[in-house]
Nanobody, 124 residues
Framework: QVQLVESGGGLVQAGGSLRLSCAAS????????MGWFRQAPGKERELVTT????????YYVDSQKGRFTISRDNAKNTVYLQMNSLKPEDTAVYYC?????????????????WGQGTQVTVSS
């Protein structure tokens, strides 16, 4: 089993930055694929970005291009999401995920482990 704990969310003004962290425990972190989802009120959960166990990253939300960066530190069992130039539309609960499978936007929730989420609120 894998346990995930997110941190780093909060309230920030538009144009500001946040770095989310996701600390993992319970199994070998270095061989897990990791990802960040987000869900805004009244909206469907969407896949934001993923990073594979070899460090390859992918981004799935066009509006985040050039603003968000995912990274991982296997020595610390932690994945990060650096968010710059934040916009009000980035407001959501951000969830960390982990899986031995490839993380996809349509993957069943049961196919991955999940953190409790961290709230990101961007004011205008």
């Amino acid at each position: 089993q894998v346990q995930l704990v997110e941190s780093g969310g909060g309230l920030v003004q538009a144009g500001g930055s946040l770095r989310l962290s996701c600390a993992a425990s319970g199994r070998t972190f270095s061989r897990l694929n990791m990802g960040w989802f987000r869900q805004a009120p009244g909206k469907e959960r969407e896949l934001v970005t993923t990073i594979g166990w070899r460090g390859e990253s992918r981004y799935y939300v066009d509006s985040q291009k050039g603003r968000f960066t995912i990274s991982r530190d296997n020595a610390k069992n932690t994945v990060y999401l650096q968010m710059n130039s934040l916009k009000p539309e980035d407001t959501a609960v951000y969830y960390c995920s982990a899986s031995t499978e490839t993380i996809m936007r349509t993957m069943p929730r049961s196919s991955a482990y999940w953190g409790q989420g961290t709230q990101v609120t961007v004011s205008s």
